[in-house]
């Protein structure tokens, strides 16, 4: 299975800033997801990452919000823009394997918003 | 549209009992793939078990074992002689078969207890 890293691993960041998460693959994947948890909840897919085009998003979450980068096929960005007390989440990123058997997911960003 | 129910919120039973997790789903594709997920309290999402549609084959795997059954529409998965590290939250999960962008949708999770 692919090994997925993020980064920061957890932060703590003031209402109204942003923060951009770094997902990294040991292995060239097509298609990246970016994933929230509010806390206690399911996780529920903000978008969907392909390497040269647009992200894909999901209803309820738009580009402004959420901007994610794909520059390559083992890399991508998604941050959190104007963050709310509501935006605290754990974010998770996850990759399709190569074979298309199953997503695989990152440790998760936990961020709380102050 | 599809959905995911887990209507077990939080089981909690002691050391070397069995439990089952129940997962209920709703899909108008007639393909498509079940997942389970155990999200320990680390927090990291841990995959266990892809399914997909076309084999209701009963699997098992060590102490885990999951029951497909198309009739119900149900996915339910049982551990067996269950330890302290079982403890996490268990995620049932459903995607469609043919895209290569799938959208998993995930249920609500339940949340397992073992008590020693």
């Known amino acids: 299975s692919a090994v997925i890293s993020q980064k920061p691993s957890r932060d703590i960041c003031q209402r109204g800033t942003s923060l951009t998460i770094q997902c990294q693959v040991d292995s060239q994947v097509t298609m990246m997801f970016w994933y929230r948890q509010q806390p206690g909840q399911s996780l529920t897919l903000i978008a969907t990452a392909n390497q040269g085009s647009e992200a894909t998003y999901e209803s309820g979450f738009v580009i402004d919000k959420f901007p994610i980068s794909r520059p390559n096929l083992t890399f991508s960005t998604l941050t959190v823009s104007n963050m709310s007390p509501e935006d605290s989440s754990i974010y998770l990123c996850?990759?399709?394997?190569?074979?298309?058997?199953?997503?695989?997911f990152g440790p998760g960003t936990r961020l709380l918003v102050l | 549209a599809q959905k995911v129910t887990q209507a077990q919120t939080e089981i909690s039973v002691v050391e070397k009992e069995d439990v089952t997790l129940d997962c209920v789903y709703e899909t108008r594709d007639t393909t498509y793939y079940l997942f389970w997920y155990k999200q320990p309290p680390s927090g990291e999402l841990v995959f266990l078990i892809r399914r997909n549609s076309f084999d209701e084959q009963n699997e098992i795997s060590g102490r885990y074992s999951w029951n497909f059954q198309k009739s119900t529409s149900s996915f339910n998965f049982t551990i067996t002689a269950s330890q302290v590290v079982d403890s996490a939250v268990y995620f049932c999960?459903?995607?469609?078969?043919?895209?290569?962008?799938?959208?998993?949708?995930f249920g609500s999770g339940t949340r397992l207890s073992i008590r020693p």
């Open positions: 999960a459903l995607s469609g078969l043919y895209s290569s962008a799938s959208k998993i949708i």
């Open positions: 996850s990759v399709e394997d190569r074979n298309q058997e199953t997503q695989y």
